[in-house]
Each structure stands twice: as C-alpha cells, then as structure tokens.
C-alpha cells in the first residue's frame, strides 16, 4: 500500500499552463476534481486575478466591484494543486521544452497550454505605446481607469475628454460603460467622449438591427462617433493633453485615449517556432493540438483553428474549456484525443452601460431592454460562481505528525509528516506552513531547562559568548580579538506553490536571525525536502528552489557552500546560516533601555493570511501583499537601525510580535507601553482576523498573554489577535534612542520599508504582575 501510495505521489510529467484565460480556468477546476496520478500541474501568469470578459464594462459603468468580476487564481490553484507562478512569458525554448520568463529561471515541461488572449493591433502607431492606454492587459486597463476616475472625484469641474480607438463591441461597450460612470461624478458640460471606427460603419461584425439600436444608444449618450477614420499618429501637448490625428486629417485633442482595436497575437510567438497564421496567432486542429508540436495545446483568442475560424470572443474560449481539459488528460494517459467542433451561432449579450442589454443571436435581436440585462447579470453571476464556492477538496493530504519536535530559537526542526489520500472534512484543521508550523515558545522553554543539565558540561569552551542559556537569535562564538562569529539555523514547510519563490522567502527568513543580530551574513549550508518524482522532476524542483535561494544570496554577498537533500511528500527548505560581527556590532535581545522607543520595519498580518489561503478564504491581491513584504531583505534595516544606536534587536517571526517583544523585556529588565493602533497591518489581515481565521501556532503563542498588565480591557479590540500572529520573514523590532527615532523611520521609509512604524515605548519595570502594557483606542 505505502509503495503504491508513494508511486501515486511521485511526479512523473508536468502540465504547464501559460495564462489564466477563460479555457484554463475551466481545465483548472476540472483537474482539481480529476487530478492525474503522476502528473504536476503549473499555471504561468502575470497576475493572481483573472478579469471575467462578460462583466469589465459592467465593472467600469460601476454595477460590479472588482470582487465580483474577476477569479482568484491563488484559490483555483490551490483547489488544484497547482504551482503558481506569477511572471510574464517572453519566449520558448521548443528544443529543449522550456519556458523562457521575465523574472525567474527557465520552467520545463512535457506538455503544454496557452489561453494568454490577445492584445489590441495597430499598437505600433505613431505615439499609441506612449500615449494610449490599451484594453489589454485588463489589470493595467483598470489601474488607470481607477486614477482618472478618483481624479475625476475630487475635482468634478475638470475637463474630460476621452477618445476611444475601435468601434467593434469592445470599443462599444467601453464608450457607453465609461460615460454612464463619469457622468456621475463630474458636470456634464465637462465630459466629452469620441469614439474612432476605420471602417465604415459601427459593430461591422454584427448584423443591421444591431448596428441600428447601438447607433441611437450612442447618440443618446452624446458620444460623437468617427466612421471610416484610421489613426494614424498620437503625440502629447502640454498639461496631460494629447493630440489625435486620423489618415484623412482629422485632429482631436484628448485627456486619455484608449486603444481597443482589433486584436492580435503575443509578439514571442513569432519566434517559438509554433505554426501561427498570418496575424501570428497559434494554429491548432480540432483537438485543439498545435499543427507544428502536438504536445502543446492552445485555446481561447490566441488559437485558431484551422478548420472552425472563429471570432476572438469570450463565448468561444469558455466552450473550449471542457474539450481542452479532455484532451490534455487524454494526451498525458496515451489515448486517442476528440475532436472539438465549435457552435455556428451562438447568444450575445451587449451591455449598453445604463442598466440594459441587447440580444443578439445570427440575425435575431432584442431591443435594448432592463430584462435582457437581468439575464446577462444571472449568466454572468453563475459563470463567476463556479469558481468561487469550490467542492469540498476532492482528496486531501491530510498530515499525520511523525517527529514533532521544533525550534529552540535558531535549532528549527519542523515535523516531518506522512501522507495519506483521505476526504477532507469540513472542521479538519490544516497545520499551517512557514513559521506558522512551529512549536510554540512554552514547549521550547520546557525542553531546553530540561536539557541544560545534560549540556551544562559541554559549555566550558570560553569561546561560546551565546548558546543555549539565552534566548538571543543566533549562537555567538569568538573567533578572534574583535571578531565574532554568529550561526542560526531554520527550516520550514512551503506557504506558497512555487518553489522558486519559496526559496526567495525562506532565504530572507533565515538570513533574518543573521541581521538581527547585528552580523554580516558570510556563508549557508542548505537542508532541502523535495517531493518525490523521477530524476529530471527532483532536479526540475531542486533547481527552481535553489535558484530562488541564491537569487538572495547573491544580492548579500553570501556563498552557498553545501547541504543536504531528501525526498519527502512536500517541499520544505532552510538554511544553516554564518555570519560575523564586529564586538561594538553585535546586537542581542537584551539592552533596551527606558527612554527608547520600539520601531517594527515591516507589517504584520503573515499567519492569519496564509491561514486564510489555505482555507481558501483569502483574496490574491492580499497574498501578493503578503509575498511582496517577505521578499524585503531585513539587511539594509539592520544597517539603519546600527546607523541610530540601536540597543536592542529581534526578528519577528513565529512567536509574534508580542512573544518576541517579550523576549526583549525579559532580557532587558524593562517595561513597554505597546501602541495597537501604531501596528503596521497587511491588506486584509484585519478582515480574516475579524472571521476569526488564525494560524494553527496562534492559540499557543496567546499563551504569553498573561504578560500583559491590562489584558482584560483588551478584548473589545478588535485587531488586538494581530500581536500573537506568527509571521514568515516578518521584520525587525529594535529598540533606538528617542533621539534618533524621527531619522530612524524617515530612513527606512526611504530605503523601502514603508510600513515602518514606532509601535512602543520603553518604560520601567515596576510591575510585579506584567512586563507590557497595551494601549489603544476603540475608535481605530
């Protein structure tokens, strides 16, 4: 049973998908409910949301927020079991099956995918990369659609003048959406929308009817509409204003212009070596196979199948989903694929921008009616759902501890577990990852003062400054006169899917204990649990990890210098760490003195986040936030702390915030007065704290709440969780003179710690019941 369990496990081939189009999430969902024995999937995109085609104008006439119109990838990733890597494509490398990415090492495959879309054409017109802002890609269409419409609020008398370059349903929807949002918040005298057709008539794809009832919407609307204009030239004048010019002459002079014009393929595409048709666009067979190398598929606006041409629509794209999905799965267990044959006619449904939809199917049509727009929204919403409220986890991994044993403040052994296939039920708890995984500070006092007696005779060696008799972040030997050297260690489980960037974020992690310590990071042994696979796998996965790891490395000056691997169920990482400090350098827990103040470097909020992910009740753009913070390197902050006379310094990792302050006050022999409403806080830490989602750590790090003077009045607040939450790669706490805490935090800010924050102040120690007060205001 275990070897079969273990041959199941193993990684035999790779799926890798590029761009999270409407076909793939389909395939996404449909492998999280079927996955394939051997197989791992990864999905390539450039953002962790995916924006749903059907509802943008909706989302910028202002009927949906950004929620309800967009798919988490993070959420169908994890649902899948998916690594997910947010990058951007740039090539491929067809002679050795890689994929070639803006920001990381090359990803290999055996089979692949591609729904990236499409971008607008004509995007090489004179001035329209530098002046225009294009449909796609979305994010950055709604990014900018966002600046001018709060600019817009707070300034309603400004004039706006916007042109809109295609006059296809694009083009269309996004003049009526934009003037039905606009006319809102500025004076109607002040708004003005044009919107450019080089053909000669509007909508040139749909039929008369529609044409006609789109023609009087706009004129309503009063968007002068330009037949037959192609443009050809965009340049910029003075005050934000750009000039427009069409082939037959005719000028405009505009605030924003927006290119939606037909569209057209990924440059890189070009050079892959794939067949493409004339527009570059990837030609494909009715299994939805590449004509040139049939183990890469393509679907939705970026193929085109030979047989079937279609409109670049999102209807097509979402009815590819399911016979991709087929194919794939058929290709990778060696069976015959199925032909996929594409509906003739089909329903579309044009918003209007102002509550109503026109229905259109061949050539009949629906005026523009409330009704016709209720059921778009109903089709739409259901669409939306299916992606959001997932099954239940089809068969979960759930982790039966083997070892559970960890961390004696820098000796970090996280359990190492067995794996066996079982239903999810819906109260399981899953342990948390990264330093959410750790034991809590009660057990590692309790083990230590039990082995201090048995160790108590191998501490003669006068050399050792630091060991097991404090709780300082590193060990401390002397190596010379003024010379000291500083060794921590620390290993944890994967939090994210994507080994390169696992490697980044538990590099910083472990160098933390390094920079908190006042010290030079010198040189790391690696400790690496790869999950099981055939030999290019293991090495595909080793590779991806330890890149990421050296990326870091690389920018402290550090040298990898040895280590050593295992093959497990799961990823984990870590670093054995050294590092040298000068005597008047070295910077320990202890030292903070009355009169400081206690500045945090980065925000709070890791725990409870990725708690949340992996409840699948997290939105991506907090755990891009989330990923963006433990990629900061505490290096730089540790330097400006040392500029400042720091007296004191930790890192906040698992214990939280109020747990490893607390180690300083111990040390210290002092008090602090903690400010809650100065704490830094992640987007949307307070919002899973509020539904009560908290790292599986946190109960036991709760536990040093008894430290605290006044914790019975602090229970009506409600981010008073937030300093028991365990982080991963979390930032400095330090201790400076109030003298020098006005420069410290002006400082950091501008070398990139922008959360930094003054969270206490040291007092002295007069209370027999408690080291910490907390103060804070029900109003924040």
Known sequence: MKLLLLMYNSIVKDLVLIGGGHSHIIVLKMLGMHPIPGVRLTLITDSSDTPYSGMLPGHIAGFYNYDECHINLRLLANFAQTQLYID???????????????????????VLSIDIGSTPDNMNTSGASEYAIPAKPVSQL????????????????????????????????????????????????????????????????NNQFVRSHIRRILYKHQIQVYLGENINQIESKKNNIFKLQSESGLTGEYTHIFWVTQPSAAPWLQTSLLKTDTQGFILVDDTLQSLSHPYIFAAGDIATMINYPCSKAGVFAVRQGKPLFTNLRRYLQGKSLKSYIPQKKYLSLIGTGDGRAIATRDVFTLPPNTLTWYCKDWIDRRFMKK??????????????????????????????????????????????????????????TKVLQRIQTEQ????????????????????????????FLVQTIDYFRALVNDPYLFGQIATNHCLSDIFAMGAVPHSVLAIANIPYGINSKVEETFYQLL??????????????????????????????????ADTDKLLRKGGMKVGDVVILTKALG??????????????????????????????????????????????????????????????????????????PIL????????????????????????????RDSLFSYPYYPIIFDPQTSGGLLASVPFEHANDCINQLQSIGYKDSSVVAYVIPFIRSEGFINISYSLED
Not at 456 to 483: F, P, R
């Open 606 to 679: 890791t725990g409870t986040l990725f708690a949340a992910d992996m409840r699948h009740q997290a939105k991506s753009r907090w755990i891009d936030k989330a990923i963006t913070s433990m990629l900061i390197p505490n290096g730089r902050a540790a330097e400006c702390l040392l500029q400042n006379n720091v007296n004191a310094c930790t890192d906040v990792t698992g214990f939280g915030l109020l747990g490893h302050l607390l180690e300083m006050v111990s040390a210290s022999g002092v008090g602090v007065d903690l400010e809650l409403e100065k704490i």
């Open 142 to 205: 709604l990014t900018r659609w966002e600046e001018i419409t709060k600019r817009a609020a707070d300034n309603p008398q400004q004039q706006i003048k916007i042109a809109i370059v295609g006059g296809g349903i694009g083009g269309v929807e996004l003049a009526l959406a934009m003037r039905t949002k606009l006319s809102r918040i500025v004076c109607k005298e002040s708004l003005d929308v044009h919107l450019f057709q080089r053909n000669s008539c509007i909508l040139p794809h």
């Open 683 to 710: 987007p949307g830490a307070r919002e899973t704290i509020a539904q009560g989602i908290l790292s599986t750590l946190h109960p036991e790090n709760v536990k040093s709440s008894h430290y605290i003077v006044n």
């Open 387 to 444: 992606f959001s409220d997932l099954p239940q986890m089809r068969s979960t991994q759930t982790r039966t501890p083997l070892i559970n044993h960890k961390s004696i403040s820098r000796l970090s052994f996280t359990p190492f577990y067995s794996t066996q296939s079982q239903s999810l039920k819906p109260n399981d708890i899953m342990p948390c990852a990264g330093c959410g995984s750790k034991v809590g500070s009660t057990v590692m």
């Open 456 to 483: 108590i005779n191998l501490n003669h060696q006068q050399n050792i400054i630091i060991g097991l008799e404090t709780a300082d972040d590193g060990s401390v030997i002397k190596v010379t006169g003024n010379k």
């Open 88 to 110: 951007n494509v740039v090539g491929l490398d067809l002679a050795h099956n890689q994929i070639l990415c803006s920001n990381r090492p090359p990803v290999s495959f055996d």
């Open 547 to 580: 890149s990421g790891s050296v990326k870091v490395l690389r920018e402290t000056n550090t040298s990898l210098i040895g280590g050593h691997t295992s093959e497990s169920y799961e990823l984990g990482f870590g670093l054995s760490c050294n590092g040298f």
